[in-house]
């Protein structure tokens, strides 16, 4: 038996119908589009507004979509693996609520939490799981409802996120020089301060205090996040670059975290890549988190081809950061 190889095989995703639009934000607090989007590029973003409805549901139909259109068959699947940071509940995990949703009969599930960086990481660890050759199929999906821990009296937080998922099917394969060739993960520990939920946790449980003075919902100081942003998603992607020997002619598209245009076109800028081979759709989608990821691949899934250099990238809450080089393993079309 040759080396095991990790591939991507199918993505499918999964965004809700209600658009929130700049225009709309206005109206909720003292904001506009020019203010936006010099800011951080985002025109709209999707909201799951139904009642009842959290991340398992959007996972659940980006899964669904990605089997139907993969053909693959439900109870070959070894694993789902849902990367989150707004789960249905503290527990069950989302995953075992996908899981049996779907009627995966022969998959173990959980959650991955990483914030920003969690499809980054949950891929990374799919890969090694099919790699050890005890698993040949595993499903990992970004999925994040941020209207639930957002706060639309906020104007500085409320414009940047919107909810979505999408997942992929990763399989083992024998193939040569296909795959996850490579990652560089890091998690420095700083991010506490900057970047966080005060509230609902085992430190601050809920409590009248907790709810009367907006505690649960998400706290960002912009600035410094900002920075940190650039300097690691760029230097990540330069090393990933220059350890694997890919100068910008070897690179056919950079996936960065889409959080802010800005920070995408500095990630470019220093890998010195062309716009048009990097996938972004801030404008449409906002900063869905652990999703922004896959649905990017999942809207550029069409213009992939088979041997494709592809680097991703993000930067999340902990702070938590990393990259990986993906060889495409199938034509799009």
């Given at each position: 038996?040759?080396?095991?190889?990790?591939?991507?095989?199918?993505?499918?995703?999964?965004?809700?119908?209600?658009?929130?639009?700049?225009?709309?934000?206005?109206?909720?607090?003292?904001?506009?589009?020019?203010?936006?989007?010099?800011?951080?590029?985002?025109?709209?973003?999707?909201?799951?507004?139904?009642?009842?409805?959290?991340?398992?549901?959007?996972?659940?139909?980006?899964a669904?979509?990605?089997?139907?259109?993969?053909?693959?068959?439900?109870?070959?699947?070894?694993?789902?693996?849902?990367?989150?940071?707004t789960?249905?509940?503290?527990?069950?995990s989302?995953?075992?609520?996908?899981?049996?949703?779907?009627?995966?009969?022969?998959?173990?599930?959980?959650?991955?939490?990483?914030?920003?960086?969690?499809?980054?990481?949950?891929?990374?660890?799919?890969?090694?799981?099919?790699?050890?050759?005890?698993?040949?199929?595993?499903?990992?999906?970004?999925?994040?409802?941020?209207?639930?821990?957002?706060?639309?009296?906020?104007?500085?937080?409320?414009?940047?996120?919107g909810?979505?998922?999408?997942?992929?099917?990763?399989?083992?394969?024998?193939?040569?020089?296909?795959?996850?060739?490579?990652?560089?993960?890091?998690?420095?520990g700083?991010?506490?301060?900057?970047?966080?939920?005060?509230?609902?946790?085992?430190?601050?449980?809920?409590?009248?205090?907790?709810?009367?003075?907006?505690?649960?919902?998400?706290?960002?100081?912009?600035?410094?996040?900002?920075?940190?942003?650039?300097?690691?998603?760029?230097?990540?992607?330069?090393?990933?670059a220059?350890?694997?020997?890919?100068?910008?002619?070897?690179?056919?598209?950079?996936?960065?975290?889409?959080?802010?245009?800005?920070?995408?076109?500095?990630v470019?800028?220093?890998?010195?890549?062309?716009?048009?081979?990097?996938?972004?759709?801030?404008?449409?989608?906002?900063?869905?988190?652990?999703?922004?990821?896959?649905?990017?691949?999942?809207?550029?899934?069409?213009?992939?081809?088979?041997?494709?250099?592809?680097?991703?990238?993000?930067?999340?809450?902990?702070?938590?950061?990393?990259?990986?080089?993906?060889?495409?393993?199938?034509?799009?079309?």
């Open positions: 038996m040759g080396k095991i190889n990790a591939i991507i095989t199918g993505v499918g995703g999964y965004v809700p119908d209600y658009v929130l639009t700049n225009e709309e934000l206005s109206r909720m607090v003292d904001t506009n589009d020019e203010w936006i989007m010099t800011r951080v590029g985002i025109k709209e973003r999707r909201i799951l507004t139904e009642e009842g409805l959290g991340t398992s549901y959007m996972a659940r139909k980006a669904k979509q990605l089997m139907k259109k993969t053909g693959v068959d439900p109870d070959s699947i070894d694993a789902l693996i849902v990367a989150t940071s789960a249905d509940y503290h527990f069950p989302t995953a075992s609520i996908v899981v049996g949703k779907l009627g995966l009969k022969n998959a173990f599930a959980f959650d991955s939490w990483s914030a920003c960086c969690g499809f980054l990481y949950t891929l990374d660890v799919a890969s090694s799981m099919i790699q050890s050759g005890r698993y040949k199929k595993i499903i990992v999906i970004g999925a994040d409802k941020m209207s639930s821990v957002t706060d639309y009296k906020d104007r500085q937080t409320c414009p940047l996120f909810d979505g998922a999408a997942a992929v099917l990763v399989e083992a394969t024998e193939e040569e020089n296909i795959g996850l060739m490579d990652s560089y993960l890091r998690t420095d700083l991010g506490l301060p900057f970047l966080h939920m005060k509230a609902g946790g085992s430190v601050c449980p809920a409590s009248y205090f907790t709810i009367d003075h907006r505690m649960h919902f998400t706290y960002q100081e912009g600035r410094t996040v900002f920075r940190y942003a650039v300097t690691n998603m760029s230097d990540d992607c330069a090393l990933i220059e350890r694997n020997n890919l100068d910008t002619e070897h690179i056919d598209w950079v996936v960065p975290h889409q959080a802010n245009m800005r920070i995408i076109e500095a470019a800028k220093r890998l010195d890549m062309p716009m048009e081979k990097v996938m972004v759709n801030i404008e449409r989608y906002g900063n869905t988190s652990a999703a922004t990821i896959p649905l990017a691949i999942w809207e550029y899934e069409s213009q992939l081809k088979k041997g494709d250099n592809i680097i991703m990238t993000a930067f999340g809450a902990g702070f938590v950061h990393g990259a990986l080089f993906l060889k495409w393993a199938y034509d799009g079309k």
